[in-house]
């Protein structure tokens, strides 16, 4: 399984970012797919879900409304579209193959990309 995580930066708040994730070692489409984010001294916290096909979507209540999740299976990608950013957005985020909506299939994280958002 691999894991890359890409699209991070420095953003002022109010901007947006859009993070790419490209996945491989598993069959892509039969998985739900999710971001994930861990805050300097905070753990690791769920952020997005998204369903095999694409048709459902589950977001963090802190994120709903300025997030979306999207996926692209011919590519085997997953994508994160963060609008209105604010400074508690600041993380490294991952994505990760889920075996239900919020919960990680294992405990590999891949390559996280660093989100930083200025106030």
């Known amino acids: 399984v691999q894991l890359q995580a890409s699209g991070g930066g420095l953003v002022q708040a109010g901007g947006s970012l859009r993070l790419s994730c490209a996945a491989s070692?598993?069959?892509?489409?039969?998985?739900?797919m999710g971001w994930f984010r861990q805050a300097p001294g905070k753990e690791r916290e769920f952020v997005a879900a998204?369903?095999?096909?694409?048709?459902?979507?589950y977001y963090a209540d802190s994120v709903k409304g300025r997030f979306t999740i999207s996926r692209d299976n011919a590519k085997n990608m997953v994508y994160l579209q963060m609008n209105s950013l604010k400074p508690e957005d600041t993380a490294v985020y991952y994505c990760?193959?889920?075996?239900?909506?919020?919960?990680?299939?294992?405990?590999?994280w891949g390559q996280g990309t660093l989100v930083t958002v200025s106030s």
């Open positions: 070692g598993r069959t892509f489409s039969h998985y739900i």
């Open positions: 990760a193959f889920l075996k239900d909506w919020t919960t990680p299939q294992d405990d590999y």
């Open positions: 998204i369903s095999g096909n694409g048709g459902a979507t």
